[in-house]
C-alpha cells in the first residue's frame, strides 16, 4: 500500500462500506485517485464524510474523489442540505466563480447534470442555471 493509501484508508473502506460499484483506487504524480458510482446520494456522503473527517476543508490536494451518484437521471428534485446557511449557486463549478443565485436549506432544486463529483449543474425554483457544491445536494 502507499503512502497516500494509508492516509486515506478511511476514505477508501467508507467507500467499499457504501458499496460504491466499480471502484478503483489508484496513485498517479503524487495524488491518489478515488472513483466509481454510488447508488445514492447517502453513499456519496458516506465516502464525504470519511474524507470531512481527515481534511474538513476538503482543500486537500493529493486525493480526487470522483463519485458520481448512479440512477439520478436529469431533471430529478434534490433537497438542499447545508448546515445552516443558503447554499450559494455559481456561475461555473469552482469556489472562484461568481455567485449567481442561493437555494435555501430545505428548499428544491433540480439536477441538470452531475458535472463532476465535486459540483453539480442545478436550476434553482426561480429558474436560475448554475453549479453547486454536490455535497449540500440530497434525492
Known sequence: MSTLQDKYASVISAAQAAGIAGLQVQEQDGILYVSGSAANTAAKDQVWNALGAIDSTYSASDINVDVQVAG??????????????????????????AVIAHAAKGSMVTLIDQTNDEWWKVKTASGEEGFAYARYLHA
Do not use: F, H, W, Y
Not at 81 to 96: C, D
Open 72 to 97: 439520478l437521471a436529469n431533471g430529478t428534485n434534490l433537497t438542499v442540505a447545508t448546515e445552516e446557511s443558503a447554499l450559494n449557486i455559481r456561475q461555473e463549478p469552482s469556489t472562484e466563480a
